[in-house]
């Protein structure tokens, strides 16, 4: 079974606020969330509702910022943590939902993409590194589609996505199969997955 949406506004980030750039396509497509027309917008809202949540460099807290997020709008939260072997899953956020698993699938968003887009934050490896954030539009057994604010979307696609395969389909719109999800980042051991229910 797959499950498809429209695909969401294309949104490029600044510096290191792809959540604000994620919130502000997700708001413009889901009912009950702000319709911020641009991540500044998002921005502005975050100083004045949560200033705590944001670091310095403009970046989002997570997961708390993103938690806080979530209960003001009513939105639904769950942790995916990959098993790995070495070293197992990592400890579970508190106060969310947590699920350990091999790797992604479509079981983890279909019944999500039903109900609304889903924002999908990647945490990396290395806690010192910065996560990344997309906004997840369609799934299906093969692969995992999304809007990804770190391209550009008025930039012209130098190698076009194989049929079947992973890559750039237009714009800053993106297909990947879930063991190479997300093209052009590295992949962490932990994703954040933030719905309307």
């Known amino acids: 079974m797959s499950k498809w949406r429209e695909r969401p506004p294309p949104t ?3 510096a290191l606020t792809c959540w604000a750039a994620a919130i502000s ?23 004045a509702a949560f200033p705590d949540e944001l670091n310095t460099d403009g970046s989002l807290k997570a997961p708390s910022g993103w938690i806080a997020f979530a209960k003001a709008f009513g939105l639904s939260l769950e942790e995916i943590r990959l098993n790995n072997p070495p070293v197992g899953p990592g ?8 699920t350990v698993v091999d790797d992604l699938a479509l079981e983890h ?10 924002i999908t934050v990647i945490a990396p490896e290395n ?16 692969r995992l ?52 229910d």
């Open 145 to 196: 589609c999304y809007m990804d604010p770190l391209f550009d979307p008025s930039l012209p696609i130098s190698s076009p996505r194989p049929p079947g395969g992973s890559g750039r389909v237009d714009k800053n719109w993106f297909c990947d199969t879930y063991q190479e999800f997300p093209s052009g980042f590295l992949s962490g051991p932990r994703f954040l997955l933030i719905w309307r």
């Open 25 to 47: 396509s997700f708001g413009r497509v889901t009912r009950g969330v702000p319709d911020w027309k641009t991540p500044s917008d998002v921005i502005k809202h975050f100083n």
């Open 12 to 14: 490029l980030q600044g």
């Open 91 to 98: 400890a579970a956020t508190s106060g969310m939902t947590s």
């Open 109 to 118: 968003f279909a019944a999500k993409l039903k109900k609304s887009h889903v």
């Open 127 to 142: 806690e010192d590194n910065p996560s990344h954030t997309v906004v997840v539009y369609g799934a299906d057994k093969f």
